[in-house]
């Protein structure tokens, strides 16, 4: 089992990053060598692989505290970059309760940038997330807010990877579970309900870079975006197509399971080829 490791927003980034008072690097590195002989000593007399996997995990978690530091450090960053990416932005000045509280355009413009500077230290998966776009009141404030909020920084993040080489070998997926109704929500008469419901049946998603065609739009709804009229993309087809660009072939991530063949993209999903570059 793995698990991704959580960045906050306050505090230490990293939960345990600094070592207590009087308690230098050196000494720190010190002690888990003597830790690691001992357990080496061990692990040549038993050949127990739970004691490999200890001196793994002290030694993975030590490089993770040493090179996390200076990962979230955005001091030495070129200032026209951090200028890209809006990190010094003020909210913008709407009421709006739905976009997590003050100082989140600064926070997600830092996010975007922490994204690219994972990934070119060779991190694979980095997903960032903000609550809430669920909209169902307050709609003109509250979608301003996100919207100028995501914006700038998400254009940055794409330009920052293409101008560093990155971006060939990285897909930026911006998406979310489900879209808004292309309608006004009514709720029974409800005077709060002033927004947009959720709308599972047609919505938009952005992909750039790996390997996935620029400027490619896919698929049509009807006049009012209510439903799918042309070329509909199932989760799984999405899925079957981001794990072909990551050199997987889909139908072989099979497993057998009371008597059924069971796959991460289920029975139907298909690569979609027009989306390859």
């Not at 990285?170 to 709060?192: A, Y």
Request: aromatic share 8%; glycine share 10%.
């Amino acid at each position: 089992m793995y698990a991704g490791v959580l960045f906050r927003n306050k505090g230490e980034p990293v939960l345990n990053l600094q070592n207590p008072a009087g308690l230098p690097p050196e000494l720190q590195r010190k002690g888990l060598d003597t830790l690691l002989e001992l357990n080496q000593q061990r692990y040549d007399q038993f050949k127990d692989p739970e004691i490999a996997s200890r001196i793994a995990a002290y030694e993975l978690a030590f490089r993770m505290q040493t090179a996390a530091p200076e990962l979230i450090d955005l001091s030495k960053e070129d200032p026209r970059t951090l200028e890209e990416y809006g990190v010094n932005r003020k909210d913008l000045d709407v009421k709006a309760t739905r976009g997590g509280g003050p100082g989140q355009y600064k926070s997600f413009a830092a996010n975007c940038l922490l994204a690219r500077r994972l990934v070119e230290r060779g991190v694979r998966f980095v997903s960032i997330m903000h609550a809430s776009w669920d909209h169902h009141s307050n709609l003109n404030n509250e979608l301003a807010y996100n919207a100028g909020m995501a914006d700038q920084p998400i254009a940055a993040l794409v330009k920052d990877l293409k101008q560093r080489g990155l971006l060939d070998s990285t897909m930026v997926v911006w998406g979310s579970e489900f879209g808004r109704t292309p309608l006004g929500e009514n709720r029974g008469g409800n005077p709060n309900a002033t927004g947009r419901d959720h709308h599972p049946f047609a919505f938009t998603m952005l992909m750039a870079g790996g390997g996935i065609k620029a400027g490619h739009t896919y698929g049509e709804t009807d006049e009012i975006g209510w439903s799918i009229v042309k070329d509909p993309v199932h989760i799984n087809d999405f899925h079957a197509t981001m794990l072909n660009q990551f050199g997987f072939d889909h139908l072989k991530l099979t497993h057998r399971f009371q008597g059924r063949d069971f796959r991460l993209t289920d029975v139907a999903g298909k690569v979609i080829k027009d989306w390859i570059a």
